[in-house]
C-alpha cells in the first residue's frame, strides 16, 4: 500500500533518493527536502512501516562525541523502487510545481 503523496511525502522521497543506497540521518534529509524535522519524521515512520526504509541508531557515546545519537535512514532494496513508482504516479508531480518552490530551484 503506497501512502498519501503529499507534497511534503514527495519531496522527502526525492531526498532519498538522490542517493539511494546511502545512509541519511534525520537533518540531512530536511535540509535536502526543505522541510522541518518535525515534519520529516512521521513520514520517515510510515516509510518505514511500510518496508520503504530500513534505519539504525548510531553507535557513540554522547558525552564523548558533545552530541545526541543520529538515527540514519536507508532505502530499502524493494523501497527505492516503490519510491520513484510512487513518485512517478503522484498526483501532483514535483514537475509542475512553480520554481523555487522545491529546495535547489528557483528562476533561470
Do not use: K, N
Not at 28 to 49: K, N
Not at 74 to 101: F, K, N, Y
Amino acid at each position: 500500500m503506497a501512502p498519501r503523496m503529499t507534497l511534503q511525502t514527495q519531496l522527502v522521497l526525492r531526498a532519498l533518493l538522490e542517493h539511494p543506497t546511502r545512509e541519511l540521518y534525520g537533518l540531512q534529509i530536511s535540509h535536502s527536502a526543505g522541510l522541518a524535522t518535525g515534519t520529516i519524521h512521521p513520514i520517515l515512520a510510515r516509510f518505514e512501516g511500510l518496508g520503504w526504509l530500513e534505519s539504525r541508531w548510531e553507535e557513540i557515546d554522547p558525552a564523548s562525541e558533545g552530541r545526541p545519537r543520529r538515527r540514519y535512514y536507508r532505502l530499502s532494496p524493494d523501497g527505492a523502487e516503490h519510491a520513484r513508482e510512487a513518485l512517478a504516479t503522484a498526483r501532483t508531480p514535483l514537475s509542475v510545481l512553480r520554481p523555487g518552490l522545491i529546495p535547489g530551484t528557483g528562476p533561470a
